[in-house]
Every structure is written in structure tokens, then in C-alpha cells.
């Protein structure tokens, strides 16, 4: 049985590359798309846990760390300018404004408290993978300039480091014989777009 259940994550792993592959010479988009689309193809198999579980070990121990590495490996701090550093600079503060004016708004708009449109807002800030995902493929095919690629890095390094620090800011901190903790603010802020009637604070 443990020999079915690999050769399932060995199928699943080839035919997600394989997706990626098309999607990527044959329809010149990122080789994302066609592992996402590789991913809902076999969302529906029996052994699914097991493959996302032997997914995630593969990602994490393995994938992730050498796609990091040669995003790494691209940025140089020897072609900043002054102008550049300015861009940076401001395209890290667009990136926490309007992620928490955007999604605080959609927020308010499905009748969250102004406190957890605010928390919801700062809770995505971070930028993670698919922005350098994006960013890479947009400098390999001539759309962007390689230059802009350091800022866009630490523009992503920077809003990963300070979600959680605003975060902490925004959700009350326990106080002295209360047994309500943070995660717990996160579960109850969770389930109350599932309740009606929420008063506006």
C-alpha cells in the first residue's frame, strides 16, 4: 500500500511539471499557472492528504529553499542608485497602504467591526512568493527591467518582517487572569463573517 500511495505523489509530481512546462513554451505564461492548475486536476483524488502532506515536505525541505536561493542569487545591492533606493523605499510603503486600505475595505464592505477590518487589512500586507514568482518571470522575458529586481526583493523581505510585528500592534495583548489569547481574537475574527447581525464598533 505504501508503494500505491508513492506512486501517486510520483504521478502527481510529473504531471504537475509537466503542466508547468506547457503552460510555460507552449503558452508563454508563468509555469505557475500550470502547477495550479495541475493542483485543482488532482484536488479531487482519494489519497489527496497524503499526496499535499508529502507535498509539503517536498516543498519546504527541498523546492522552496533553492527557488529562494536563486531569487537570491539575482538580487545585487551594487546597482542601487539613489533614485532606486527612492523607488524602494516607496513601493514598500504602497505595499502596506494599499494592502490594508484594499483589503480593509472589502472587509468593511462585508460588515466586519472597523478593529477587524484593520486587522484583516494588516494581516495582508505580507507579500510572498508569487510576487517574486512574477517579478522573475517579468525580468526574464524583457518586461522588466533586472534592476528593479532588488527593490521588488526587499520590498517582499520587508512586508513578510513586518506583518507580524503590526500585528501584535492590532490584536489586544492577554491581560493578567484572562484566558483569551491572540489566536483565540484570530478564530473568533474568523468566524464572525459567518455570523449576521455584527454591530459596527
Do not use: W
Not at 12 to 28: N, R
Not at 133 to 142: C, E, L, T, W
Not at 186 to 194: C, N, Q, R, W, Y
Request: proline residues 2%; contains cysteine.
Amino acid at each position: 500500500q505504501m508503494c500505491i500511495r508513492d506512486s501517486h505523489n510520483i504521478v502527481t509530481f510529473v504531471f504537475c511539471l509537466l503542466l508547468s512546462f506547457v503552460a510555460e513554451i507552449c503558452f508563454g505564461v508563468a509555469d505557475i499557472t500550470g502547477a495550479f492548475v495541475a493542483g485543482l486536476a488532482v484536488s479531487g483524488l482519494k489519497k489527496n492528504e497524503y499526496v499535499v502532506n508529502r507535498f509539503n515536505t517536498l516543498s519546504y525541505m527541498l523546492l522552496s529553499p533553492i527557488f529562494f536561493a536563486n531569487i537570491g542569487l539575482a538580487m545585487t545591492l551594487k546597482g542601487l542608485t539613489k533614485k532606486l533606493v527612492i523607488f524602494m523605499l516607496l513601493l514598500m510603503l504602497l505595499a502596506v497602504v494599499t494592502k490594508v486600505i484594499g483589503c480593509g475595505l472589502g472587509a468593511k464592505i462585508m460588515r466586519y467591526t472597523n478593529k477587524e477590518s484593520l486587522q484583516i487589512g494588516i494581516g495582508m500586507i505580507s507579500r510572498g512568493e508569487v510576487a517574486l514568482i512574477v517579478a522573475n518571470k517579468g525580468a526574464s522575458v524583457g518586461l522588466m527591467s533586472e534592476k528593479f529586481m532588488t527593490p521588488l526583493v526587499i520590498m517582499v523581505v520587508f512586508t513578510t518582517i513586518v506583518t507580524p510585528i503590526l500585528l501584535k500592534l492590532v490584536f489586544p495583548k492577554k491581560k493578567s487572569g484572562e484566558k483569551e489569547t491572540v489566536s483565540d481574537d484570530l478564530t473568533a475574527l474568523e468566524k464572525s463573517g459567518i455570523n449576521t447581525g455584527l454591530e459596527e464598533s
